[in-house]
């Protein structure tokens, strides 16, 4: 359940294994690290997704669908289902996400590096469960730039600046955005 993507080049296809470490995940407790742009081509469900820190890693990942693809993330087994850990990386999720936790505990979407990193929904993010979104410093940046769906909270610890994009749309979502700063010069800006 713990599976490595890098694209052999071809076609960047969640569905084709030879681009994966240790075949193709696709259940609530599979772990994903990703080090290049990957196209999701149908529905999958996945425990965490992380962008690698490797030096092989791409700089900049975008996930994309195919065919109304969902990517749906579940926390199970892990307290950071979602991760970016690459320095100055950005990882851009350009289809649905949906975060459905199996779990009561803390969920964090978390931003790993010390230095300038981001991580932007640009399709939907659907919270059917609270999410906290946190990083290791005051440059990391939390793009919405599509829908905020569903009625779970969205809350921002430490360490995060929180853009909401021109194409953000946050009608549907009938949970709470809640800002949990701690009054520090290292909490959320």
């Known amino acids: 359940a713990v599976s490595t993507f890098k694209s052999a080049g071809v076609d960047n296809l969640w569905s084709n294994a030879a681009n994966w470490s240790a075949g193709i995940?696709?259940?609530e407790g599979a772990k994903v690290t990703v080090y290049s742009d990957l196209i999701?081509?149908?529905s999958v469900t996945v425990a965490q997704i992380k962008m690698s820190n490797n030096a092989d890693s791409d700089d900049s990942v975008t996930i994309t669908a195919t065919n109304s693809s969902v990517l749906t993330v579940t926390g199970a087994g892990v307290t950071q289902p979602i991760q970016n850990n690459n320095s100055g990386g950005s990882f851009i999720f350009n289809l649905p996400v949906v975060f459905d936790s199996s779990e009561d505990a803390?969920?964090?979407?978390?931003?790993?590096?010390?230095?300038?990193?981001?991580?932007?929904?640009s399709s939907s993010?659907?919270?059917?469960?609270?999410?906290?979104?946190?990083?290791?410093?005051k440059l990391h940046d939390f793009n919405l730039d599509g829908s905020l769906?569903?009625?779970?909270?969205l809350k921002f610890?430490?360490?995060v600046q929180a853009?909401?994009?021109?194409?953000?749309?946050?009608?549907?979502?009938?949970?709470d955005i809640i800002v949990a700063g701690t009054g520090t010069d290292n909490d959320n800006l």
Do not use: C, M, W
């Open 157 to 159: 610890g430490d360490k």
């Open 149 to 153: 769906l569903g009625a779970g909270n």
């Open 125 to 137: 993010l659907t919270l059917n469960d609270e999410l906290t979104v946190r990083g290791k410093n």
């Open 106 to 121: 803390v969920e964090l979407l978390q931003l790993n590096s010390g230095a300038d990193q981001q991580i932007t929904f």
């Open 40 to 42: 999701v081509d149908s």
């Open 163 to 175: 853009n909401f994009g021109t194409a953000y749309d946050g009608s549907a979502h009938t949970g």
């Open 25 to 27: 995940p696709n259940d």
